[in-house]
């Protein structure tokens, strides 16, 4: 498969059989992910992976939707900001670029795997800030649930055409 195929594969799954993923999936994703790129190679990253019942609620207690709570497990990727490279010109820290290059790493190596995934931003980050233990300059950027597909979409969601989003000066 080549990456448009793989990208046009990629889709915001949410209907997941109760299947746990294999740990050899899982290690793969997660190998994706460490070796994604991030500022001046800093890593700011740690991925929380999300499989015991005790911790899934209070995953889904962050974010209480219904289709998020059948997912048979999540990643949710964090990051230290003290860690992260901040340009000097205008002081930006891109300790949130760095996760989400990693998180669509791990969304892209699950629809390779034949997983599907959910990128979701929607969450009470003080909930998880409070369960994971993170520090000051610690904070969750993304949830990724994760987990096989029941049923595929009957269509995929549009885009927009190159001629929109494309200048070419």
């Known amino acids: 498969m080549n990456f448009l195929e793989l990208t046009k594969r990629r889709y915001s799954a949410r209907n997941y059989s109760s299947d746990m993923v294999e740990q050899e999936k899982l290690d793969y994703i997660l190998e994706c992910a460490r070796l994604a790129p991030s500022a001046?190679?800093?890593?700011?990253?740690?991925?929380?992976?999300?499989?015991?019942?005790?911790?899934?609620?209070?995953?889904?207690?962050?974010?209480?939707?219904?289709?998020?709570?059948?997912?048979?497990?999540?990643?949710?990727?964090?990051?230290?900001?003290?860690?992260?490279?901040?340009?000097?010109?205008?002081?930006?820290?891109h300790s949130d670029?760095?996760?989400?290059?990693?998180?669509?790493?791990?969304?892209?190596?699950?629809?390779?795997?034949?997983?599907?995934?959910c990128w979701v931003c929607n969450f009470d980050a003080d909930i998880l800030k409070q369960n994971l233990h993170l520090s000051p300059t610690q904070y969750p950027v993304a949830i990724v649930s994760l987990g096989y597909v029941k049923q595929l979409p009957e269509k995929s969601s549009p885009r927009k055409d190159l001629t929109e989003i494309v200048s070419i000066l």
């Open 40 to 93: 001046v190679n800093y890593q700011p990253w740690h991925f929380f992976v999300i499989k015991s019942d005790k911790q899934k609620q209070l995953v889904q207690h962050s974010y209480p939707r219904d289709w998020f709570a059948g997912a048979p497990l999540y990643i949710i990727v964090c990051v230290d900001s003290a860690v992260a490279w901040v340009r000097k010109s205008d002081n930006k820290n």
């Open 97 to 117: 670029v760095d996760a989400a290059i990693a998180t669509e790493h791990i969304c892209l190596a699950a629809a390779e795997q034949g997983i599907g995934s």
